[in-house]
C-alpha cells in the first residue's frame, strides 16, 4: 500500500487540465505524433518548421518536438529532459530523429489561412487543418524562421513556471510542495496569489503492526530534471517516503506537464501491496488546496453539487451537506479567479468502483499547519485506501486556468477537450 500512497500523493500534487470548444480556442493545445506523420519520421527534428500564411505572409509560430528515449530505470520509454538538476543525474539524451511516439506541439489559437505551397520529395511541405484554420509543416526548407515567443516560461533557480493562464512556484527544500498559484484570469487588481500551501494529510494503518503519518513536509522529494520549451514544460520530480532511515514506499518519479492554459500530471501507480487485507480500516487520506483568506467571496460546485455555495471562511448548512461520494471534478470561480480540477482514474480503478471523494472544509478558525494564512478555505480529493488492489494503474490529475470570461456551465465545454483538438494532415 505504501507504493499506491506515496504515488497518489505525486499525482495528487499540483497540477492540472485543457484545450476548448470555440468559445475557448484560445487555450487549446494541438498535439501531433510522429505516427500521424509517416512522411517525417526518422527525420531530423532540426530541420522541421512550423509556419501559418497570414494576411498573404509567412509567419512562424511558436512549436515545439519532444522526444522520448528508453529509460531504463521506469523500463519505458520517457520524455527526453534538457537539463539535469543534480550532476550525479544522467538524463538519457535523445537521438534527434522524430519518432512515431514523440509529439509536435502548437497552439490553436496561432493557425491561419489556407496557402498554396510546393512539396517535394526532398523538401516536404505538409499541411495541418483544425476546421477552418491551418499550419504549415516543413522540412528542411530554404529559408528556415523561428518564432521567438514563448507561452510558457521556467525558472529553475526559484523553481517557478510563468505561463499565459497562471503562475505556479514550489518549495526549494520540499520541491513536492507548491506554495503559490496565481491564475491569470482575476477580475480585480493585480493578479494575487490564491494559495496558502498545497496539503497532504494521510494515515495508513498496518494490520498488526504500525501505523504511518504522511504530510507534504515528511515527504522525501528532488527534482530531477526539466525541459522547457514554447508551448510546454516538462518538470520531472522523484519522491519517496521514508520511516527514520528506512524508505517505505518504491520512488516515484513522475512528470509535472505545464502548459499554457492547464497543467496535466499523468502519474503510473505501481502498488505491490492489496490495501485491501493489508490496511486497517480507518486509513484515510486527504490532499487538495487551501486557498487564502483573498479568495474568499468566490463559489463552488463539483459534479455532484452543480448549485454553487460561497468560499467565505463560514461553513453553512448546504456546504455541510456537499455531497462528498465519487466526486471527479470540482470548480472555484469568481472575480479572484477561477480553477477546474478533475482527476482521471486509470479503468481498471473504476472497475473495482474506486474513486475520489471531494474534501471540503471552509473555516477560518480551523487551523492545519503549517499556516501562512491562518484557517481552511480548502478544496481537494479523499481517497479511501483499503479499497485499493495491487498492480499498476495510471491517473491523471487536470488544473485548468480559464479565460476570464468563464462562467459557471462553460465547465462541460472545456472538459470537452482534454484530448488534442483533431486534425487532418496532407
Sequence with gaps: MFSFSKKIIVAFLFLFLTPSTPAFSNISVVEISGKQIPELQGKEISKINLRVFRQGQWKPIPFQIDEKSYDPLSKSRRWVLDQAFSRRTDLVPGDGKWDEDESLLFMSKDMAEKALVEST???????IRSGS???????????FALSSESYVKYNPAADEVDALGYKNSFSLE????QEALIPKNQKVG???????????RMLLGIKHFFDVHVEEDNITAKRVGYRAGPIRIIR????????GPFRVTPKAVTDFLFYPYFVQIPSQLDNPIDGRKILNPDSKGFAGFDFTRFFYGSKFYSEKNIKPVWVDGTMSGEEKNLVTKDVNWWVVTGNQGSLLVRMDWDPRLLKEGISCDLYYRDDQKNLKPPEMDPGEAFVGFALDFTKIPAGNYMIYVNEIFPPADFKIGDEKKIFGQVLSPSVEIR
Excluded: G, Q
Aim: charged share 25%; hydrophobic share 40%.
Design 190 to 200: 493585480k493578479p494575487e496569489n490564491i494559495l496558502d500551501r498545497f496539503k497532504i
Design 236 to 243: 520531472r520530480l522523484a519522491a519517496y517516503k521514508s520511516l
Design 121 to 127: 520529395p526532398e523538401h516536404p511541405v505538409l499541411e
Design 174 to 177: 520540499h520541491p513536492i510542495i
Design 133 to 143: 484554420a491551418y499550419a504549415y509543416l516543413f522540412y528542411d526548407p530554404k529559408n
